[in-house]
């Protein structure tokens, strides 16, 4: 199993940004993404989770942040609009493969099974 995360860059604040996460190597769409990021000198937080119809956001960026999935294209996107300076991070895809998570678990690295490399997001004028 890979994920594939890109679409990071620079962008302003207020600006939009949109990511996607590209997954290959599993046998079926039975499988939930969450989104993660660590910004320098901090731990690497949980962002955004979609399981089925469950979708869970970080408090930070509720309202702002909206993410989707196309499992045709085996896809998630995360669209980050209003963006901040805190923003500023690399963003990292994880999956599990099963049932969508509870609020409780989502947020939680050792839920997860794979991950992606990593793409950089810098919120900068």
């Known amino acids: 199993v890979q994920l594939q995360a890109c679409g990071g860059g620079l962008v302003q604040p207020g600006g939009s940004l949109g990511l996607s996460c590209t997954a290959s190597?599993?046998?079926?769409?039975?499988?939930?993404i969450g989104w993660f990021r660590q910004a320098p000198g901090k731990e690497r937080e949980g962002v955004s989770y979609?399981?089925?119809?469950?979708?869970f956001y970080a408090g930070s960026v509720k309202g702002r942040f909206i993410i989707s999935r196309d499992n045709a294209k085996s896809t998630v996107y995360l669209q980050m609009n209003s963006v901040k300076p805190d923003d500023t991070a690399v963003y990292y895809c994880?999956?599990?493969?099963?049932?969508?998570?509870?609020?409780?678990?989502?947020?939680?690295?050792?839920?997860?099974?794979?991950w992606g490399q990593g793409t950089e997001v810098t919120v900068s004028s």
């Open positions: 994880a999956a599990r493969r099963g049932n969508r998570m509870i609020a409780s678990m989502w947020q939680q690295e050792e839920h997860y099974e794979y």
């Open positions: 979609i399981g089925g119809s469950t979708k």
């Open positions: 190597g599993f046998t079926s769409n039975y499988y939930t």
